[in-house]
């Protein structure tokens, strides 16, 4: 299906319509649902409308388990010199997630408009945890932003939840940003539990959060059977879930939250797709796996957000 055009086409027309619509709103103080949505869903238009046109763009990029001393220093080395053809002071935030043992090689001499990421962090204060890296000790390295609850770390480290919603709000004290992941399997999808395993997984962070803690956070909605598989969700699949995820957030923190967080899709994100996935009203950005390795394909994706703005 053809996306909907460019995001600050869009964006112009949302303005327009927003407007009008906030402005009933405002008078009403009542959400309103849109029709036109799959299957029982719909998105609520309220009076902070308008904000929805400001979430920036956000490309995250998580190495995982990957490199080497001379194979990161050269992803460097490609993502410093690669052409750049959006407004990263503005317009798009990148994040790069490399291993624990290349955070400070990739802080140091990664370009300073890509913030850096750890991929795990220690939810205590440090002291005789073996084998763990607290949050203090990011902080320490200037590390801003922490991934929480993969769904690696939820399957193969037993993370549950409320693990991952305690480490949210510990990292969040700890004045870490967190991309806080979420994400069903196949058996999930195939038996129409979708929404109600996202339930689940958004109840214990809704739980662990204020209101406020929530400018800290970025929600990674990631299907695991799209993961390193090459069957990315469909664009109409993942703004479906985003649209759920973004109403979740409206009925259970608030319409602000709703409006400002920005969510991102990952799952078999390339080159190839990002451009029409990111035109959906409700993606707000990527969390790449695989193609981030590659500074062409991964610059490649960050330049698509042209498309999305
Ligand atoms: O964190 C990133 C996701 O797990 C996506 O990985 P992928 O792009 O290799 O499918």
Same mark, same amino acid.
């Given at each position: ?114 913030? +850096?990421? !750890? ?5 205590? =204060? ?5 084998? &763990? #890296?607290? *949050?203090?000790?990011? %902080? ?83 299907? +695991?059977? !799209? ?5 990315? =969700? ?5 703004? &479906? #879930?985003? *649209?759920?995820?973004? %109403? ?62």
């Amino acid at each position: 299906m053809a996306s909907r055009g460019s995001r600050s086409a869009r964006s112009g027309r949302v303005l327009l319509g927003a407007a009008v619509v906030a402005s009933a709103l405002l008078m009403l103080q009542t959400p309103v649902d849109f029709v036109g949505m799959s299957a029982g869903d719909s998105r609520r238009v309220s009076r902070t409308a308008l904000m929805a046109a400001k979430r920036r763009f956000f490309i995250g990029g998580n190495w995982k388990a990957n490199g080497s001393p001379a194979s990161v220093k050269q992803l460097i080395e490609e993502l410093n010199s690669a052409k750049l053809e959006v407004d990263t002071s503005k317009d798009v935030e990148v994040v790069c997630s490399p291993p624990f043992v290349y955070l400070s090689q990739v802080k140091s001499d990664l370009r300073k408009d890509y913030a +850096v990421a !750890a991929q795990n962090m220690w939810d205590k =204060a440090p002291g005789a945890w073996t084998g &763990e #890296t607290p *949050a203090a000790m990011l %902080k320490d390295m200037s590390i801003d932003w922490v991934v929480l609850g993969h769904s690696e770390r939820r399957e193969s480290c037993g993370e549950t939840s409320e693990v991952v919603a305690s480490k949210t709000k510990f990292a969040i004290e700890s004045g870490l940003s967190t991309i806080t992941c979420i994400g069903e399997k196949l058996e999930e999808r195939e038996s129409g539990k979708t929404f109600e395993l996202l339930d689940l997984q958004m109840k214990p962070i809704a739980a662990a959060l204020n209101e406020e803690d929530w400018d800290k956070v970025v929600l990674a909605y990631e299907p +695991v059977w !799209a993961i390193g598989t090459g069957k990315v =969700a469909t664009p109409e699949q993942a703004e &479906e #879930t985003h *649209a759920f995820l973004r %109403k979740w957030l409206a009925d259970n923190v608030s319409q602000k939250v709703s409006d400002s967080v920005r969510i991102l899709y990952g799952g078999s994100v390339n080159n190839k797709n990002s451009e029409e996935l990111g035109t959906k009203p409700n993606i707000d950005g990527f969390l790449v796996g695989g193609a981030s390795l590659k500074g062409g394909a991964f610059t490649t994706i960050i330049n698509s957000a042209k498309a999305a703005m």
